[in-house]
């Protein structure tokens, strides 16, 4: 069983950053991809970011390309999603989920049956 624990979310005004953090443990965490979903009240759940096992690829939704960074440290079991200059349409509940298909050598933000284990959230509110 993997298990994964986000953290980083809070309160930050209109412009500021936050950096999410993601940590796993369990059963090799390093060897799954990673996606960063997010879901607003009232609002499905909708992809923002993942990558690679090997970090070497990543993707990102059109409304948090060049503000948002995911990056992951392996030796920390750690994926990192960096928010900058963030907009109170970013306020939602962010989730990190782990893909362990070993097949899957790149990873999906839109198949979110991919994703067998999911964090339990953290709250992410921008608002002056």
């Known amino acids: 069983q993997l298990q994964l624990v986000e953290s980083g979310g809070g309160l930050v005004q209109p412009g500021g950053s936050l950096r999410l953090s993601c940590a796993a443990s369990?059963?090799?965490?390093?060897?799954?991809?990673i996606g960063w979903f997010r879901q607003a009240p009232g609002k499905e759940r909708e992809g923002v970011s993942c990558?690679?096992?090997?970090?070497?690829?990543?993707n990102y939704a059109d409304s948090v390309k060049d503000r948002f960074t995911i990056s992951r440290d392996n030796a920390k079991n750690t994926v990192y999603l960096q928010m900058n200059s963030l907009q109170p349409e970013d306020t939602a509940v962010y989730y990190c989920?782990?893909?362990?298909?070993?097949?899957?050598?790149?990873?999906?933000?839109?198949?979110?049956?991919?994703?067998?284990?999911w964090g339990q959230g953290s709250q992410v509110t921008v608002s002056s």
């Open positions: 989920a782990a893909d362990p298909n070993p097949n899957h050598l790149s990873c999906s933000r839109s198949d979110r049956s991919r994703y067998k284990y």
């Open positions: 369990g059963l090799t965490p390093n060897y799954y991809a």
């Open positions: 990558i690679s096992r090997n970090g070497r690829t990543t």
